[in-house]
């Protein structure tokens, strides 16, 4: 869900045909006449290179945009982290309590040394290159699509510079810092695999053993998967946050036993360890089996053996955060977001945390011997299953290796990126859904590395009348061919959610609906060009130019969708 398109293929090959009444296999000629084209992959953002990313899924919901749910699936590589466009509520979060600790652990300030690393001089005008960068969001947009969060560089351990921006609570005068708590959504998986990965070399827990062992009250597929498989995202448990009826822990604390079931009885999407696919179902039953081993609550485990040996003051599951999360509605303004109560995610992304927080965090996953062994540290960044290891992604980019992890959960997204060479530490956490931080983090590095970045892309409007929006409207079905083309990379019950748009329009505005995804506000462009303003940077293409519309292009990303138009 977020790749920015940069080609004009689409148009040039449309352009080749006559603006005479089209046929009514027109759309399947245009989708085999770019495939004759031998047309190059559009243009990648420079985030995708060094993430390795396209649209993620995860944590609590679906991917955002108009194409959803189709455009997550092709990113089984990603954390998916970037919650789905709903229509969204204005309902004010409950504001969960912040608990006391169970006990009085302390909570060291100074970390032990870290390993020597390679020298690597800052840019002198650091800070002002990042708040150039970070002030262009919403320079076209508007208000709702600037940024509001902070972010962080961290050298060998020690923050060296932490910028808040906007406003921690949008109804308010409530200045963001590096204290300031945010909720990390995924993130919090990499927590939970040190978690388990201590127990390991205390010689609690067998990675190779069934999770039946330390769960026994799992069904009996729990014989067939092991710790390992879920702390790799290979069990082939569906993720509970997908489905339709995850709808527990708005407005109270909910059982572990009501997050089970929606999973635990559900088959299997893949033979254990034969494939990849992420899953939030996985590392719940992970912080379940920590609760069973240690014989205590997940949360009083975590906070005694993992944030106080870290110095994670500020940080742990059941905080409340001080950053309120923010998601757009339909008239693209930012409202507060019906948020879940922690219990709902648990493990897989139940935690808050502040920004001088993870700077900590990452000072304690540079310390062998701190939380876990060198061994295990070494394990958690090698690659087992598409670029994943155990907690975090890890890429290899220009001879530098980089552990790193999005998250996210209703109005907050956040992303960390740890250069494993050179002691750079970038991370974006923010309290809406509009802009998304895995691209600050990558542009974000390449500013502390002494590269260049562009601003953030945002596309100039061009406004129409409601007679010449007319043009437009109309129910659009996806073409055959398209059906087949991305079959295999998209999931068929995923696929199906696109199938068919309406595009309607309200006075002065486009709209498009997407069955079950609520409607989207269409932003001229020219030549029959409108774009989404959500981070999904959807385009759509109406076409053939200058004749009567008889298809719809939507490229998000690698993907493209071919749709008749009724």
Same mark, same amino acid.
């Given at each position: 869900?977020?790749?920015e398109p940069r080609t004009d293929a689409e148009r040039r090959a449309l352009a080749a045909f006559t603006a005479a009444e089209p046929p009514a296999d027109f759309?399947? $000629?245009?989708?085999?006449?770019?495939?004759?084209?031998?047309?190059?992959?559009?243009?990648?953002?420079?985030?995708?290179?060094?993430?390795?990313?396209?649209?993620?899924?995860?944590?609590?919901?679906?991917?955002?945009?108009?194409?959803?749910?189709?455009?997550?699936?092709?990113?089984?590589?990603?954390?998916?982290?970037?919650?789905?466009?709903?229509? +969204?509520? $204005?309902?004010?979060?409950?504001?969960?309590?912040?608990?006391?600790?169970?006990?009085?652990?302390?909570?060291?300030? #100074?970390?032990?040394?870290?390993?020597?690393?390679?020298? +690597?001089?800052?840019?002198?005008?650091?800070?002002?290159?990042?708040?150039?960068?970070?002030?262009?969001?919403?320079?076209?947009?508007?208000?709702?699509?600037?940024?509001?969060?902070?972010?962080?560089?961290?050298?060998?351990?020690?923050?060296?510079?932490?910028?808040?921006?906007?406003?921690?609570?949008?109804?308010?005068?409530?200045?963001?810092?590096? %204290?300031?708590?945010?909720?990390?959504?995924?993130?919090?998986?990499?927590?939970?695999? /040190?978690?388990?990965?201590?127990?390991?070399? $205390?010689?609690?827990?067998?990675?190779?053993?069934?999770?039946?062992?330390?769960?026994?009250?799992?069904?009996? /597929?729990?014989?067939?998967?092991?710790?390992?498989?879920?702390?790799?995202?290979?069990?082939?448990?569906?993720?509970?946050?997908?489905?339709?009826?995850?709808?527990?822990?708005?407005?109270?604390?909910?059982?572990?036993?009501?997050?089970?079931?929606?999973?635990?009885?559900?088959?299997?999407?893949?033979?254990?360890?034969? %494939?990849?696919?992420?899953?939030?179902?996985?590392?719940?039953?992970?912080?379940?089996?920590?609760?069973?081993?240690?014989?205590?609550?997940?949360?009083?485990?975590?906070?005694? *053996?993992?944030?106080?040996?870290?110095?994670?003051?500020?940080?742990?599951?059941?905080?409340?955060?001080?950053?309120?999360?923010?998601?757009?509605?339909?008239?693209?303004? +930012? #409202?507060?977001?019906?948020?879940?109560?922690?219990?709902?995610?648990?493990?897989?992304?139940?935690?808050?945390?502040?920004?001088?927080?993870?700077?900590?965090? %990452?000072?304690?996953?540079?310390?062998?011997?701190?939380?876990?062994?060198?061994?295990?540290?070494?394990?958690?960044?090698?690659?087992?299953?598409?670029?994943?290891?155990?907690?975090?992604?890890?890429?290899?980019?220009?001879?530098?290796?980089?552990?790193?992890?999005?998250?996210?959960?209703?109005?907050?997204?956040?992303?960390?990126?740890?250069?494993?060479?050179?002691?750079?530490?970038?991370?974006?956490?923010?309290?809406?859904?509009?802009?998304?931080?895995?691209?600050?983090?990558?542009?974000?590095?390449?500013?502390?590395?002494?590269?260049?970045?562009? =601003?953030?892309?945002?596309?100039?409007? /061009? $406004?129409?009348?409601?007679?010449? +929006?007319?043009?437009?409207?109309? *129910?659009?079905?996806?073409?055959?061919?398209?059906?087949?083309?991305?079959?295999?990379?998209?999931?068929?019950?995923?696929?199906?959610?696109?199938?068919?748009?309406? #595009?309607?329009?309200?006075?002065?505005?486009?709209?498009?609906?997407? =069955?079950?995804?609520?409607?989207?506000?269409?932003?001229?462009?020219?030549?029959?060009?409108f774009f989404f303003k959500d981070p999904s940077a959807t385009i759509a293409e109406f076409g053939p130019p200058g004749a009567p519309v008889a298809h719809l292009?939507?490229?998000?990303?690698?993907?493209?969708?071919?749709?008749?138009?009724?």
């Open positions: 869900m977020h790749d759309a399947d $000629r245009v989708l085999a006449a770019l495939a004759a084209e031998g047309r190059s992959e559009p243009e990648r953002a420079p985030f995708r290179r060094f993430f390795g990313l396209g649209a993620p899924r995860l944590v609590g919901v679906a991917a955002a945009g108009v194409l959803a749910v189709a455009v997550a699936a092709v990113a089984a590589a990603a954390a998916g982290w970037m919650p789905e466009w709903t229509g +969204l509520s $204005r309902h004010v979060p409950e504001v969960i309590q912040a608990q006391p600790p169970r006990d009085e652990a302390p909570i060291g300030a #100074v970390l032990p040394e870290g390993p020597p690393v390679p020298a +690597l001089a800052l840019p002198a005008d650091l800070a002002d290159r990042i708040d150039a960068y970070v002030g262009a969001f919403g320079r076209n947009y508007g208000e709702a699509f600037e940024f509001h969060g902070v972010v962080g560089v961290v050298k060998d351990g020690e923050l060296l510079l932490a910028r808040g921006y906007g406003r921690a609570d949008l109804a308010r005068e409530s200045p963001i810092d590096a %204290d300031t708590k945010f909720r990390i959504g995924s993130l919090t998986q990499t927590f939970t695999a /040190i978690a388990v990965l201590q127990l390991r070399d $205390r010689g609690l827990v067998d990675l190779d053993a069934p999770v039946r062992k330390y769960i026994p009250d799992y069904p009996a /597929i729990g014989g067939r998967i092991t710790v390992r498989q879920l702390l790799t995202h290979t069990s082939g448990i569906p993720s509970y946050t997908d489905a339709a009826v995850f709808s527990l822990g708005h407005t109270r604390a909910v059982a572990a036993a009501d997050v089970r079931a929606i999973f635990q009885d559900q088959p299997l999407e893949f033979v254990p360890g034969t %494939d990849f696919d992420l899953s939030n179902s996985g590392y719940f039953l992970l912080g379940q089996l920590v609760e069973q081993v240690a014989r205590e609550p997940f949360a009083d485990y975590l906070r005694a *053996n993992v944030l106080a040996p870290a110095g994670m003051r500020s940080s742990g599951i059941g905080l409340a955060a001080d950053a309120i999360g923010h998601e757009f509605d339909e008239d693209e303004v +930012l #409202v507060p977001a019906a948020e879940r109560h922690s219990s709902a995610y648990g493990g897989a992304a139940g935690m808050v945390s502040t920004a001088a927080d993870l700077a900590r965090w %990452d000072r304690a996953l540079r310390t062998p011997g701190l939380l876990l062994s060198q061994k295990s540290l070494d394990e958690m960044t090698t690659v087992v299953r598409d670029e994943y290891g155990m907690g975090w992604f890890v890429r290899q980019d220009g001879g530098s290796t980089i552990a790193w992890h999005p998250g996210g959960v209703e109005g907050y997204n956040a992303t960390i990126a740890r250069f494993l060479g050179d002691g750079i530490t970038v991370f974006v956490l923010a309290n809406t859904e509009a802009v998304d931080t895995r691209a600050v983090a990558y542009d974000l590095a390449q500013i502390v590395h002494g590269g260049a970045v562009q =601003p953030p892309r945002e596309f100039a409007e /061009i $406004r129409l009348s409601a007679p010449q +929006l007319a043009r437009y409207v109309g *129910n659009y079905v996806l073409t055959e061919t398209t059906h087949k083309e991305l079959k295999g990379l998209v999931e068929e019950g995923e696929l199906s959610a696109i199938e068919q748009v309406r #595009v309607f329009r309200t006075g002065d505005r486009l709209w498009m609906n997407v =069955p079950e995804h609520g409607d989207k506000w269409m932003h001229f462009m020219g030549e029959d060009r292009t939507l490229q998000a990303g690698e993907l493209r969708f071919i749709l008749k138009k009724e």
